[in-house]
């Protein structure tokens, strides 16, 4: 592996993950709107668990998994129902929850469970295996271990994203309350986190297996 750590094809891929990860998309928009709702807290909570669901992906496709996702529309449409299944009953929860419509939630509600939406978001998602079976490759050098290249290229873009999730909850945490502040919509700040969870879990279910 100091090989593979020491060549050009490490960092073209150390770059390339930056890239990646820096992009906004469904789990940025999930990190900054629970951030915006519930604070900075709860938003580094859904980092971590989108980390660890992340890894848990890309493990899978470093075994093999992606290609039986890839070869199999039952199995991709299985787990990807599921992933926009959860982000719907996420969004419906936080709309039919009655305690204060604020851009702050409730602190009683434990972090874990932020951590826990955020890894089980990130694990139903069977395009992000399916990302790691498609780029992971590219970086690989023959004649080493495929699955010990696989497992330290996958472990390097969770470690980045986590990075670039992680500054994306510290920008909006610092910049939510001013502009919330002077917003007619403050008071709608669950509600349009809601709003955003709904829609995601409605993008996710329309997309067919073979746009991936």
């Excluded at 709107?33 to 900075?40: D, F, I, K, M």
């Excluded at 848990?56 to 992606?66: Q, R």
């Excluded at 039919?96 to 509600?109: F, G, I, W, Y």
């Excluded at 502040?181 to 969870?197: F, N, Q, V």
């Amino acid at each position: 592996m100091e090989t593979l750590i020491a060549s050009p094809n490490y960092i073209a891929f150390l770059c390339a993950s930056l890239l990646l990860a820096a992009t906004p998309g469904p789990g940025v928009l999930y990190i900054v709107a629970r951030t915006v709702s519930q604070g900075r807290s709860y938003g580094l909570a859904s980092v971590g668990g989108i980390a660890l669901g992340g890894l848990c992906n890309a493990i899978a496709a470093s075994a093999g998994l992606a290609a039986l996702l890839s070869a199999s529309e039952i199995a991709f449409s299985i787990v990807n129902l599921c992933g926009a299944a959860y982000f719907l009953w996420l969004g419906i929860t936080m709309l039919l929850n009655k305690q204060a419509d604020s851009t702050a939630a409730p602190r009683t509600e434990p972090r874990r469970h932020a951590f826990r939406d955020g890894f089980l978001i990130a694990l139903l998602n069977p395009k992000t295996t399916l990302f790691f079976a498609a780029l992971l490759p590219q970086f690989m050098k023959p004649g080493a271990s495929a699955l010990g290249q696989g497992l330290l290229l996958s472990c390097t873009f969770v470690l980045v994203a986590l990075c670039t999730d992680s500054l994306y909850v510290f920008t909006a945490s610092t910049l939510s309350p001013g502009i919330l502040e002077r917003s007619p919509l403050r008071k709608y700040g669950r509600s349009i986190t809601a709003m955003i969870l709904i829609g995601l879990g409605i993008c996710a279910a329309a997309i067919p297996h073979h746009a991936r």
